[in-house]
């Protein structure tokens, strides 16, 4: 783990998936109300697998799998229902109206988008960005964003999540 950004912005360097999936459970636990959470990041930098480790910190049990063709998952149960949106086979924007995911955005859900570059104009101002890198086989970066008034108690945990190397 390493650097610390005192404002709204945190990194850490993952050496393995374990910590990977532990970042994304301490994440779920502090996720009580809807909100979206815009995943940055090339192939296999682990955007599906850090979601599928938030639906299983929301108590979601069914097998979380990338909306490749299909574009958006709904799950619904767990703590909170979640919508897994992957854009990487949109073009264009108006794509995205066309499927409704503004009013999806604004709705009882934790929405999690890979791709999010695809969408960056429906994204709402209040919203954590995950930013993940590839930097060898287990080694992964994880840039954290917390943008507007979103889920405002990761602004001290994710510090101490820092401090003891998860
Ligand atoms: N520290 C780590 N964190 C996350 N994933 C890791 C880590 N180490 C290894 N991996 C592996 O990297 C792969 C990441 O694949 P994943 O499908 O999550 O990436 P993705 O960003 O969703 O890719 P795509 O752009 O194709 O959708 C998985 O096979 C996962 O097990
Ligand atoms: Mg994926």
Known sequence: MSELNPNNEWTFV??????????????AEVIRTPGVVAFFGGLGSGKTTF?????AGL???????????TIINRYDGGSLPLVHVDCYRIE?????????????????SLVCVEWSDRALGLLPQS?????????GHRQRGVKILLLGDIWPE?????????????
């Open 14 to 27: 993952v050496d393995r998936l374990e910590k990977t999936v532990s970042l994304a459970m301490e994440i």
């Open 51 to 55: 979601i599928q480790a938030l639906g």
């Open 59 to 69: 108590g979601h049990r069914c097998a979380i799998t990338s909306p490749s063709y």
């Open 92 to 108: 264009e924007e108006k794509e995205l109206y066309e499927i409704g995911l503004d009013e999806i955005f604004a709705g009882d």
């Open 127 to 135: 919203r954590l960005e995950i930013h993940l890198s590839y930097e």
């Open 154 to 166: 990761l602004r001290s945990k994710i510090p101490l999540w820092l401090e003891r190397n998860l």
